[in-house]
């Protein structure tokens, strides 16, 4: 197939994949474990079973390489998946690169993004446990709009926190909730021991992921017939996510397309592992050797400034401990408006992963990720959410070096959702008024001084 005909690359249903890919047993060594906050040990079942369904725990812990999908979960992913992978021709000749330039397009699915990939599995098994309630917190509304969307297919009620600053910036993100059945509230809120401390403190409050948590946290934990659902961080959520890079190598190679450099934006981190751990198996095993780069927000930037170290996944400390990149469980970051970045922690495999030298990271700004977002939807047609236009700015700053040196690199990224909800923050770059935010080390240092201590 030449270059001019592979603009866009379809699988057919018989194609999607049928597995989960587990990264765990393919690494160097294995992740440190989650602790129990008051033993300092690592947490087992039972810890976890006033919020998650056994299924679910067994999937966060398996060393299996592989997850069956259950025939319940494929058959609403067939409502979206396979998804389109396109070769970015029309971008490619408006930089004047010769860099072939490959995004994997998950704003296809119903919610507009790639989070229903980890939604639809949660609330099936959890109704599968005889569950009747979900709770969780969304930054940006993605998160929450697929799971109300997935609620809604295994006939659970959803009930959301969203973080304030969001909540503000993005209303239609609360209607679509609404539509799809979930029950929305703005974090901090009063409704919750944990909101209302925050507010005391700060009754202007935007709002962070860990205050969210902590609120939907706290709400489960209360109630037995209700089950708490995370959008990122844990491995079970990465583990659904890889479905992206999956159904990828698949597309790639039917155009004998093999990726030089991966990019992918990161808030907790379940898109960028979703697109890349297939790939980084494929590496590991010398079938390739990509150069895997994750692109977070100068303003929340976990991996670029944030340290390595045991912390809590929500601001209250209701969590287990994990050890992470992060900036501090009480770090709330700058109003964004790429709001499913705004997390003061990144994916404990992630973490590791980094660790272990597999991938390395860069922070961006947000203007210079709006710019690069009007960029490709000026060439490509697709407007993206504030989210991607992270990986965006990354692909045209490496695709512009191509262009420099001549080199013909495959670039290969997730645009991850569409912005048609995000048009606002769109107005203000246009208009010249959307500002930069950058973390100071003195701010980092500042909220690194409350880590909790953990010893050994």
């Known amino acids: 197939m030449s270059d001019d005909t592979a603009t866009k690359i379809l699988l057919s249903e018989s194609e999607m994949p049928t597995s989960w890919y587990n990264i765990v047993p393919d690494l160097p060594s294995p992740p440190p474990p989650v602790l129990h906050p008051g033993t300092l040990q690592p947490v087992g079942p039972d810890d976890l079973a006033p919020l998650f369904p056994m299924a679910l725990i067994e999937q966060e812990a398996t060393t299996e390489r592989y997850v069956t999908i259950p025939e319940e979960v494929q058959s609403v992913y067939r409502l979206w998946r396979p998804s389109p992978l396109y070769r970015a021709h029309r971008l490619e000749k408006a930089l004047g690169t010769p860099a072939k330039i490959y995004y994997k397009y998950e704003g296809v699915s119903p919610a507009g993004s790639h989070k229903p990939n980890t939604a639809v599995p949660q609330a099936y098994y959890n109704a599968s446990a005889g569950i009747r309630r979900l709770t969780t917190e969304t930054g940006a509304g993605q998160w929450g709009t697929a799971l109300a969307f997935a609620a809604a297919q295994f006939g659970l009620e959803c009930e959301i926190w969203q ?75 990465l583990l659904h996510q890889t479905v992206i890079g999956e159904e990828a190598l698949l597309q790639l190679a039917k155009v004998g397309a093999v990726p030089d450099v991966i990019v992918g934006c990161t808030g907790g981190g379940s898109n960028f592992a979703g697109l890349a751990f297939p790939f980084l198996r494929e590496k590991l095993a010398g079938k390739m050797a990509p150069v895997i780069r994750a692109v977070e927000p100068a303003s929340c930037p976990s991996l670029t400034q944030g340290t390595y170290a045991y912390d809590f996944g929500d601001t209250a400390g209701m969590t287990p401990l994990m050890k992470m990149h992060t900036l501090g469980h009480d770090f709330i970051p700058d109003p964004i408006h790429a709001g499913g970045l705004r997390y003061h922690g990144m994916a404990p495999l992630i973490s590791h ?53 001549g ?50």
């Open 163 to 237: 973080v304030r600053a969001s909540y503000d910036q993005k209303p239609y993100r609360k209607l679509m909730i609404e539509t799809f059945g979930g029950t929305i509230h703005p974090s901090p809120s009063d409704l919750t021991a944990s909101g209302r401390k925050v507010l005391a403190d700060d009754p202007d409050s935007p709002g962070s992921l860990g205050i969210a948590i902590s609120e939907a946290v706290e709400v489960a934990a209360q109630h037995p017939d209700t089950n708490y659902a995370l959008g990122s961080v844990l491995n079970h959520v």
């Open 407 to 456: 080199e013909a690199k495959t670039i290969l990224t997730a645009l991850c959702g569409h912005g048609h909800l995000d048009l606002p923050a769109y107005g203000k770059f246009l208009s010249g008024e959307l500002e930069d935010h950058s973390l100071s080390e003195d701010a980092v240092a500042a909220a690194l001084t409350r880590l909790p201590t953990v010893y050994g």
């Open 353 to 405: 992963v980094y660790e272990l030298g597999l991938m390395e990271a860069v922070a961006k700004t947000q203007r210079e990720c709006f710019e690069a977002g009007v960029t490709f939807a000026r060439a490509e047609g697709i407007i993206p959410a504030p989210e991607p236009t992270h990986a965006l700015a990354a692909c045209i700053e490496e695709a512009l070096r191509c262009k420099e040196t």
